[in-house]
């Protein structure tokens, strides 16, 4: 499988292909209506050296407002939108959300995140695959969950392309959170028919959880946001190893180690004056 193109290349890509097809267009309109590269120019308010790099794809810093005039002054008017595309930048709350819900899997099951959809050019991928003998359940992280329509349409379709028999939509214990899986009851019980603490024991036990589910993590005390980071693409490992599962605010842990300055630790260094007792 080939490996998936870096969030930055593929809209530096996609941007430059939407500017030669839209310098295409103005040139072809121009010629169209038989205006001269100066005259088409100076109606725009831009030198003919600009426009002529417009036409050819070359201005790639352009702004909106000068292809927007370069458009109009030739009989087109100018649209930009967006559509939905690979996966987005996961920040530090979805990755410690992972986090947890993979301390609490059984050390047979196998974990793999960034987990490309196995269609040719498909730029989506799961946020995690979880793995046992015979079966794989995707999971998905969200952690402000808003449009309960659009995200089971997103998640149907990609639980279809993706080939996962099981699919967990994971989230994380909040007042907002609360809010959306009350108002959203209605569409979210259809495509999660398992009752979500069931399909956790079930993984938890090495076994399949059976059918889609929604699993609500508790909140990490004196948890806080960082900035943004990308995380890692296609680590793969068991579901158990040291040292991952454990990391640093994620609830429950198992065998997670205690803080450096956590009161009463085993085996912990007298501080310095101190006198260790007979």
């Keep these: ?54 036409e050819r794809g070359l201005a790639p810093r352009v702004p909106l407002a000068v292809l927007g005039r370069c458009a109009v002054t030739v009989g087109l008017d100018l649209s930009v939108r967006c559509y939905p595309g690979g996966s987005p930048v996961r920040d530090a709350g979805h990755l410690a959300l992972l986090a947890d819900l993979r301390s609490r899997l059984h050390r047979s099951l196998t974990w793999a995140t960034e987990v490309p959809l196995p269609i040719p050019g498909d730029q989506r991928a799961w946020d995690a695959l979880v793995t046992g003998s015979g ?69 938890a036990a090495g076994i399949r959880p059976g059918g889609n589910a929604i699993v609500l993590l508790p909140r990490v005390p004196g948890q806080r946001r960082t900035a943004p980071r990308v995380s890692s693409a296609g680590s793969a490992g068991s579901a158990g190893s040291a040292g991952s599962a454990g990391s640093a605010g994620s609830a429950g842990s198992a065998g997670s180690a205690g803080s450096a300055d956590s009161a009463g630790s085993a085996g912990a260094e007298p501080r310095a004056g101190s006198r260790r007792p007979p």
Excluded: N, Y
């Design 135 to 203: 079966w794989s359940c995707g999971v998905e992280a969200e952690t402000l969950p808003r449009d309960a329509q659009a995200l089971v349409r997103r998640l149907l379709l990609k639980q279809r392309d993706g080939g996962a028999e099981a699919m967990i939509l994971l989230l994380r214990q909040s007042r907002a959170v609360s809010v959306f899986l009350r108002e959203a009851a209605d569409e979210l019980a259809p495509a999660f028919p398992i009752h979500g603490p069931r399909a956790l024991e079930l993984l």
């Design 1 to 54: 499988m080939p490996p998936r193109e870096r969030p930055a290349d593929r809209g530096t890509r996609l941007a430059r292909a939407t500017l030669l097809r839209i310098g295409d267009e103005l040139r072809a309109a121009r010629v169209d209506r038989g205006l001269t590269l100066s005259v088409a120019a100076a109606a725009a308010s831009i030198s003919m050296a600009e426009l002529s790099r417009i």
